[in-house]
């Protein structure tokens, strides 16, 4: 039962436009939403997160948005560069249990 | 050098043999995590620790065993290893009230049974 999903494998943008990951939960108990990057042979390094209590952060290039309706929740990387092409997990977690659970990752390329 | 620190980076052995995958933190964080990476899977918890000699399972502990005598040690032991088993291994720490960062993974081992 996966409880996270990133149901876009790989994702291909131009140098300089927008990236546009998506997520999916199904748990309503998850209150917390973070988003990871990693690169080839590192661990995955936190990027951004958001609780249930706001449908947005920002910080620079990067933006989550979330829409608990639809439990659905999006990273926007604008504009995108090269050093973004990365794997981007999205996790969340249930405050009190403070386990995360993990999408399968987008791998995402962006072209010069 | 602070930090969380896993060892070895890459390990081959045989189906059967048991194998320790170590990891050590130096931040004295409460909760360790470990977690293994396989494709179409993402990043699945196999066992995590509140404190020192405090252990749970996660979703995939079968095949697995943890120990937590000291705070900044978390070893993950497969017993007799599968080739099933084969993946990438992540250690993770956070601290008790960590949610606004998540947790702070450690560089992976890639681990083959052969």
């Known amino acids: 039962d996966q409880q996270v999903k990133q149901n876009s494998p790989s994702l291909s943008v131009q140098e300089g436009r927008i990236s546009i990951l998506n997520c999916d939960y199904t748990?309503?108990?998850?209150?917390?939403f973070l988003w990871y990057k990693k690169y080839p042979a590192e661990g995955p390094t936190f990027l951004i997160s958001?609780?249930?209590?706001?449908d947005k952060n920002e910080d620079g290039r990067f933006t989550v948005f979330l829409n608990k309706s639809a439990k659905h929740l999006s990273l926007h990387i604008v504009p995108s560069q090269p050093g973004d092409s990365a794997v981007y997990f999205c996790?969340?977690?249930?405050?009190?249990?403070?386990?995360?659970?993990f999408g399968q990752g987008t791998r995402l390329t962006i072209n010069p | 050098d602070a930090g969380i620190t896993q060892s070895p980076r890459y390990k081959i052995t045989e189906t059967g043999r048991q194998v320790t995958l170590m990891c050590h933190q130096t931040?004295?964080?409460?909760?360790m995590f470990w977690y293994r990476q396989d494709l179409g899977h993402g990043l699945r918890l196999i066992y995590y620790?509140?404190?020192?000699?405090?252990?749970d399972k996660g979703e995939v502990p079968d095949g697995y065993v943890v120990s937590r005598s000291k705070t900044e040690n978390f070893p993950l032991t497969l017993e007799s290893a599968t080739r099933s088993q084969t993946s990438v291994y992540f250690c993770a720490s956070s601290e008790s009230t960590g949610t606004a960062y998540g947790y702070t993974f450690g560089s992976g081992t890639r681990l083959t049974v052969v």
């Open positions: 958001i609780s249930s209590i706001k």
């Open positions: 748990n309503s108990m998850f209150d917390y």
């Open positions: 931040w004295s964080h409460s909760y």
């Open positions: 620790s509140a404190a020192a000699d405090i252990t």
């Open positions: 996790a969340a977690m249930s405050g009190g249990a403070q386990k995360l659970v």
